[in-house]
């Protein structure tokens, strides 16, 4: 297959894997949140070890052991990807499906600013009007409603800070989610297993919960392998043009498929961050292609 073709075909499987991913932690909404992601955790871990077996690339992650700044590293990217899969998962789960989108409509743009301020990027003019109207949905919003969306702007900030750290520690990306869980793997097992000895465990409790918890590792690890194989196909601009798939499907399945309420004040907040997301995309495309 043409390597353009398949490239596309691997980030259409990744980001609608990730757009549909509310429909999965759906399944699991009799279970505390906590417990779903140690759930993930431990599964992931699991998953990502027999990937790793059997393309035999445990030298890998031996080498990321031999150098200490980067499994410390990888220690704060691990928390960073915890709290973001922890808050994404409880959201889901109370009805907040459409805040989530948002959440990762604007997060391309909290990396530009992170870009900005950590890393002394220089802004475009695009860019700091997209910047402003993302800022301005968000005030939007604060005024309309007399708070802010916390979990969305929770996903942004979080995501955004995971992806610079990473970019920092310049692991791959199947090493490096392999460590992150192996790390966050036995706190998670331990509360699972403490779970367990009280009687307050959902796992083992119904069979379909308990595959639906199992299949968390597949889910969170697969879309990740997909997207490494379409970063290796593609141009980054077509990779930014197409990571909006993943959000926009999450705000159709909370709009027309849960029925979480969408305003008047709801459509002014994701007006300002959709023209943002536009102008952002606009100068993505002219920076990648600058003779367009």
């Known amino acids: 297959m043409n390597p353009s073709l398949s490239g596309v075909l691997f980030a259409l ?3 609608a894997s990730w757009g549909f991913l509310p429909a999965y932690w759906k399944q699991m909404q009799a279970a505390p949140p906590f417990e779903i992601l140690c759930h993930r955790i431990v599964w992931s871990c699991v998953f990502l070890f027999v990937i790793l077996c059997v393309q035999k690339r445990g030298k890998e992650v031996g080498q990321v052991f031999r150098s200490p700044s980067q499994w410390k590293g990888l220690v704060i990217s691990s928390l960073l990807i915890a709290a973001n899969w ?27 600013l992170l870009g900005f301020v950590l890393l002394n990027e220089t802004f475009t003019r695009l860019q700091c009007i997209s910047l402003g109207f993302a800022l301005t949905g968000v005030v939007y919003s604060l005024l309309a409603y007399g ?15 995971y992806g610079y750290s990473r970019k920092r520690i310049q692991v791959g990306p199947l090493p490096g989610l392999f460590v992150e869980t192996l790390i966050l793997m036995i706190p998670a097992l331990g509360y699972i297993l403490f779970l367990m000895a009280a009687g307050k465990s959902c796992f083992f409790k119904d069979v379909g919960l308990t595959l639906w918890m199992v299949g968390a590792g ?56 959709w023209i943002g997301v536009i102008l952002y995309t606009l100068e993505f495309y002219r920076q990648h292609h600058p003779g367009s």
């Open 13 to 15: 499987a990744a980001f």
């Open 86 to 112: 922890f808050v994404y998962i409880w959201a889901v789960n109370s009805g907040r499906v459409v805040e989530t989108s948002l959440g990762y409509y604007i997060n391309p743009m909290i990396n530009v």
């Open 147 to 161: 708070k802010l969306p916390l979990f969305g702007l929770s996903l942004a900030v979080t995501f955004a800070f």
């Open 218 to 273: 597949v889910v969170t690890s697969l879309p990740l392998l997909w997207f490494a194989a379409a970063a290796g196909r593609l141009k980054l601009s077509t990779i930014g043009i197409l990571q909006y798939l993943a959000p926009t499907i999450a705000f159709v399945l909370g709009v027309f498929v849960y029925k979480e309420p969408f305003s008047v004040h709801s459509l002014g907040t994701f007006a300002c961050i």
